[in-house]
Every structure is written in structure tokens, then in C-alpha cells.
């Protein structure tokens, strides 16, 4: 009946094979009942996106709506994600003892998920470091270390809507999976044919609870960074307010704002008990002005100095801050980043701790005003394809040659020190009140900081434009709009000709000026970067962990008095909506 009834619909053959394949296959009776609904109602959109792929590694690892089908969150993508994983690992370590760490967030089926994957690896005979309740993803990147484990895994999806979650895979340090092995677990997990062939029995004496003992030394480490302490305690009452958004920063960021010496922290109690259904935002994401505006309510009742917002898992943080009117003035990314960078090197030049073997990290599509600030003080910038992953595997190739001092990328997520190998926004939190600490000693807000950021190295301005496409149409689209920009580029963008047009994905640079092309030195990725001859940059990027294209926007011009900010701002604003129209997003 299964048979006739699937037989009848306008499915590719792909598509209908998996189907069957799970129909007929080792899995549960809730499964399969909600695929006989999906069959029965003739809904053959849920059906292709079910099934027409499984979920691949992406820049994030691996993130997807929960549900059934083999392109959707659930006990067996996950089952057979961890067996791949297993599989490779084992490959890769004959005969040797294997563990691996794992911790979740707060999103809905987050622990059933971690779960799932510890048991799968124990049951390969792997030891698993199991975090004994949510923890955030940093806290894993330094657990993998901490431990000496060959692999780890953090379940979550980030920022993402509560539709979804994810598996981010991590190596031996501590850092999401680059190639190879990113793609030689996918290459595991494809070899996988049959759901039998992952083991779900698992040997539950190779399971450890870890927890608070962790937490100390994570913490700790990250308190022996502090570059200002006698600044925080002049400013131990720098009034700030922070929200977990109902994520994993409950559990640690408190705690290390204290350690730091922070005495006037207001926590946002509406926001402040982890929950998968996020009930009080939107979506759970410190980049969208509304996640943030309890945060802001209370901080303008209390007259605050700073607001702190952290995702679900604790790599992102937005923050907010006072402007010359006393209002709140939200950031975005490659300012607090920017802000960030220029703290740090100015500390670390102060400290007498800049010797000419240090270096920061940028992604492509973060903003040049880091690279600027690097020079300034003597410190190499490097830049990475999007993704923390390509910044960590930079910072593993240059240990014990040059120093990481900091680093980050324009989607919120900084990095200070090196012990963590993904995003920290646990650190992160702890060094942006530190910085608003010994700005305010010196008299200054962190908007007076900003400011005198710009006039010194350039007023840089940027704006990220995300166009959604969901579903295997959406793809396609996202192809087509990639495609017909390598073929047919703007001559001319916000009024400036181009200068360059660098393509990640065919490695290749053209330089407009001099009629020539040369190879680029990154990895290929699918990835547009336009130039022009007046110093904008525009590049354009598929999302590697959700159903977008993103169009990230760079204009900068000279700043030359602080009174001058609001007109120089507005210009770049015109720049901006004058290069979104010529590329034809509006």
C-alpha cells in the first residue's frame, strides 16, 4: 500500500528511493507514521525537502530544520553523522584509545541529540567527556583540548530559528573541521547505506559527566588574559546588563564578569532561564535589534553603561552602548570587532607586549579597519574564508611561530587568546566590559572610543543584505543569482569603477586597472568580491549554514572631527543604498 501510494506521486527518483529506504528500513514507528502523512495528504514539497539531500558539513557543520528525513534533524541524521565520525576517527587512529567531548545548548531536543551522539560513540568504543547539562560551544572547543580528545561535538544551531538544530564536528584542536576532514567524514557518512549499520547500543561505561571542575579552569584561563585590571577595579561599578536570550551564556557569563571584577551586573530575568521556544524573542539572535530589546528596557531604567547579548550557544555577542545623546545605540559586528582589536593592541602596546612576531584574524568579508588598526601598531593581519574554522586552522598553523592576539568576524563572533578555537562570546563579554572599563577611566565612553577609532584609521561602514530561498528552488536560485553575477559584473559600482573582481570559487583575481589576472592564495569557496577604485568592497556569499545568499557592503571615507560623524555617516549610507541598487537588490 506504501508502495502504490508513493508510486502515485510526482516525486524524482532520488527523492522516492529514500523515502522507501526509510519506509522500509530500522526505524521507528513515529517516523514512518509521519512519513505515511506526508504520502497520504500528497504533500510532496515536504516530502522532496525531507529527502531530495542529506545534511552536508557546511561552514557551520551541520544545521537543519528538525523533523523527519534524511535533510532534517533527527535521532538518525545524527546517528549516522556520529557513525561516520566514528568510522573516521577510527580509521585515522588504529589501535590507538579514542575520546572524543560533546555538550549541547538549550535549543529543543538538544540533550535527546547529544545523547544520541554520545551513545553512538560509545558504542564504537570511544570514550565521551559528556557535559553533564548545557555548556557553551567555546567551552567545548577548550574541553577538546583540555581533555586530549581527537574529535568533539556540540549540538546546536546557533542563532538560527527554534525550528532548527545542529551538529558542529570539531577536531583534535579544537576547531571546527576543515579539509581534509570535513569532507572525509562526509565521505564516511555517505558510505553509510543502511541505518543498521549505525550502532545506537552504547557501552555506557565509556561515558563521563564532566562539569563545574571544567568550567573553573575554562574561566580561569580566560581571567589570566585580563589586560586591565587596575582600570576594572577603578570601574567595578560600570553598570552592565546581560542576556542569555535564553541560551547557554546563563552559565558562565555572570560567573566571569565577577571573576573579572565586575560588581553592577543586571541580568535580564525575562531572558535568563534556558529555553528551546525562545518565547520572548523572534529569533534568538543578538544581531536583530529586537532580540535585544528587554536588554534595553532595562538598561535605560537603570541608566546603563552596556548591554551584553549572547546567542543560544554562547559564540555570538551583540552588544549596545551609549551615543553622545545618551541613547542606546546598538552595534554591529565589524564595529564591536574593530573596537575589540584596537583595545587589545592598544593594551598590548602599552604593556610593552608588542615584539613584531604578533598577529591578528579576519575573515574576507569583515571589515579592512582591523588591518588598518594592525599596521598602526605593528601587527600582521591575516585574512580567511568565512568561517571561524579557517581562522582556528591559521591560528594552528602559526603556533609557536607567532602570537594570536585576537581576532574575529562581522557575524558577531570575536576570539581572545588561543586555548579556544571557535568564537568565544564567553571571552568576549568578559573583554568588551574590560574595554568599557578603561575607556570610562580615561573619561571616555565606548561611543567616544568609536569615534576616535574612525578619525584616526577612516570612518569604515558596512551593511549586510540576506536574501532567504528555501528548499531545493531556493538552492537553484542562489545558484542562478551567482552565476549571473560572474557573468555579467557591474562596470561601475556607487559611482566608482571597479577595480577588482576577486573569485573565490575559481581562484582566480582580475584587476580591472591593469588588464591582468592572478591566482588567489585561499581555499576555493563560493565567494564574489567586488572592489572598486575608491575602496568599497562588495562581496556576495551563499550562506554555508542556512537557506540565504548574503551581500556584505564596505565604504569608507576619511573622518576628519568628531562633530563631522553624522554627515559622513549619512554619505555612507548613500553609498551604501546606491551600491545595493546597482547590483540590483532593490
Not at 501510494?5 to 522500509?24: F, H, P, R, T
Not at 558504542?123 to 568533539?152: D, M
Not at 601587527?379 to 611561530?401: H, R, S
Not at 561602514?461 to 531545493?472: A, Q, R, Y
Amino acid at each position: 500500500m506504501q508502495a502504490n501510494n508513493l508510486s502515485g506521486l510526482a516525486l524524482e527518483k532520488n527523492v522516492s528511493d529514500k523515502v522507501n529506504s526509510w519506509l522500509n528500513g530500522n526505524y521507528d514507528a513515529a517516523t514512518k507514521a509521519e512519513i505515511n502523512s506526508f504520502i497520504d495528504s500528497g504533500n510532496t514539497e515536504a516530502l522532496t525537502d525531507a529527502f531530495y539531500k542529506n545534511l552536508e558539513f557546511g561552514t557551520g557543520g551541520l544545521r537543519g530544520i528538525m523533523g523527519v528525513g534524511s535533510n532534517k534533524m533527527n535521532k538518525y541524521t545524527i546517528g549516522t553523522a556520529t557513525q561516520g565520525l566514528a568510522n573516521y576517527l577510527i580509521k585515522t587512529y588504529p589501535n590507538q584509545s579514542i575520546s572524543v567531548a560533546i555538550a549541547h545548548d538549550s535549543r529543543n531536543n538538544s540533550n535527546f541529540f547529544a545523547t544520541i551522539t554520545a551513545e553512538v560513540f560509545a558504542a564504537n568504543n570511544i570514550k565521551v567527556y559528556f557535559f553533564n547539562a548545557l555548556r557553551p560551544t567555546p567551552e567545548l572547543s577548550f574541553a577538546i583540548r583540555h581533555f586530549g580528545c581527537q574529535s568533539g561535538v556540540v549540538i546546536t544551531a546557533s542563532h538560527n530559528p527554534k525550528e532548527y538544530n545542529g551538529y558542529k564536528a570539531y577536531w583534535n584542536d579544537g576547531a571546527q573541521m576543515v579539509a581534509p576532514h570535513d569532507t572525509n567524514v562526509i565521505d564516511e557518512v555517505n558510505a553509510i547505506r543502511n541505518i543498521d549499520e549505525v550502532k545506537f547500543e552504547a557501552d555506557k561505561s565509556l561515558i563521563t559527566l564532566v562539569g563545574e571542575e571544567v568550567d573553573e579552569i575554562y574561566l580561569n584561563k580566560i581571567k589570566a588574559l585580563s589586560l586591565s585590571a587596575e582600570a576594572i577595579q577603578r570601574q567595578k561599578d560600570l553598570k552592565i546588563v546581560f542576556t542569555p536570550i535564553h541560551g547557554t551564556g546563563i552559565t558562565l557569563v555572570p560567573e566571569l564578569l565577577k571573576k573579572f571584577g565586575f560588581e553592577n551586573v543586571s541580568i535580564v530575568e525575562a531572558q535568563s532561564k534556558p529555553d528551546g521556544d525562545f518565547p520572548t524573542v523572534v529569533y534568538p539572535n543578538p544581531e536583530e535589534a529586537e532580540a535585544l530589546t528587554l536588554a534595553l528596557q532595562q538598561a535605560k531604567a537603570l541608566d546603563a553603561d552596556l548591554v551584553l547579548a549572547t546567542d543560544p550557544d554562547a559564540d555570538r555577542v551583540g552588544i549596545a552602548i551609549k551615543n553622545d545623546k545618551n541613547e542606546f545605540q546598538l552595534l554591529n559586528g565589524n564595529q564591536t570587532g574593530s573596537l575589540l582589536i584596537y583595545y587589545l593592541l592598544s593594551a598590548w602596546k602599552q604593556a610593552g607586549k608588542i615584539t613584531g612576531k604578533e598577529f591578528v584574524v579576519k575573515t574576507i568579508v569583515t571589515t579592512d579597519l582591523i588591518a588598518k588598526i594592525a599596521e598602526k601598531y605593528g601587527v600582521k593581519n591575516y585574512d580567511t574564508l568565512t568561517g571561524f574554522k579557517y581562522i582556528a586552522a591559521l591560528i594552528k598553523e602559526l603556533e609557536g611561530k607567532e602570537q594570536f592576539i585576537g581576532g574575529g568576524e562581522e557575524s558577531y563572533g570575536y576570539l581572545i587568546g588561543d586555548f579556544v578555537r571557535d568564537k568565544d562570546a564567553i571571552a568576549s563579554c568578559a573583554f568588551i566590559a574590560e574595554m568599557a572599563a578603561w575607556a570610562k577611566d580615561q573619561g571616555k565612553e565606548l561611543y567616544d572610543l568609536l569615534l576616535d577609532m574612525y578619525v584616526e584609521f577612516g570612518y569604515y561602514k558596512e551593511k549586510l543584505i540576506s536574501i532567504t530561498k528555501k528548499g531545493k528552488s531556493g538552492a537553484e536560485e542562489i545558484k542562478l543569482m551567482m552565476q549571473q553575477m560572474r557573468e555579467n559584473p557591474p562596470a561601475t559600482i556607487a559611482g566608482s569603477p571597479l577595480e577588482k573582481i576577486s573569485d573565490y570559487e575559481f581562484g582566480m583575481e582580475r584587476n580591472f586597472v591593469t588588464n591582468t589576472e592572478s591566482p588567489l592564495s585561499l581555499p576555493k569557496s563560493d565567494v564574489l568580491q567586488f572592489k572598486t577604485l575608491d575602496g568599497s568592497i562588495i562581496s556576495a556569499r551563499p550562506s554555508g549554514t542556512e537557506p540565504k545568499i548574503k551581500f556584505y557592503f564596505s565604504v569608507n571615507t576619511a573622518l576628519n572631527t568628531k562633530a563631522d560623524f553624522e554627515k559622513v555617516s549619512n554619505f555612507l549610507d548613500t553609498k551604501i543604498e546606491s551600491a545595493i541598487v546597482d547590483l540590483g537588490l532593490k
